[in-house]
């Protein structure tokens, strides 16, 4: 049974930068792809960011590419997500998932989620 714990959320302004991280126990790290999520207030969960379990394989939503960078330390069982460029429609908490098949943009192929990390930006 895999846990994750996010880490890293805050509060900044327009243009600033943070960086979550996501630490798993109690499972093989390395055997998940893993996700990034998010959900604004009165907002769906929505996709950001996916990595493969070797940390090769990538892919983000539109609307963070080129701002935010997924990452992976499979020696330190951490994923990390690096926020860059923040604008206020990011304000949203951020969670960590885990899936045993590919990288997903689909929430439902998650079986592993974190307790989510608050990420706010001002203007």
């Known amino acids: 049974q895999v846990q994750l714990l996010e880490s890293g959320g805050g509060s900044v302004q327009a243009g600033g930068s943070l960086r979550l991280s996501c630490a798993a126990s109690?499972?093989?790290?390395?055997?998940?792809?893993m996700g990034w999520f998010r959900q604004a207030p009165g907002k769906e969960r929505e996709f950001v960011a996916a990595i493969s379990w070797s940390g090769f394989g990538t892919t983000y939503a539109d609307s963070v590419k080129g701002r935010f960078t997924i990452s992976r330390d499979n020696a330190k069982n951490t994923v990390y997500l690096q926020l860059n460029s923040l604008k206020p429609e990011d304000t949203a908490v951020y969670y960590c998932?885990?899936?045993?098949?590919?990288?997903?943009?689909?929430?439902?192929?998650?079986?592993?989620w974190g307790q989510g990390a608050q990420v706010t930006v001002s203007s």
């Open positions: 109690g499972g093989t790290f390395s055997r998940y792809a």
């Open positions: 998932a885990g899936s045993i098949g590919r990288p997903n943009r689909d929430e439902n192929e998650y079986g592993y």
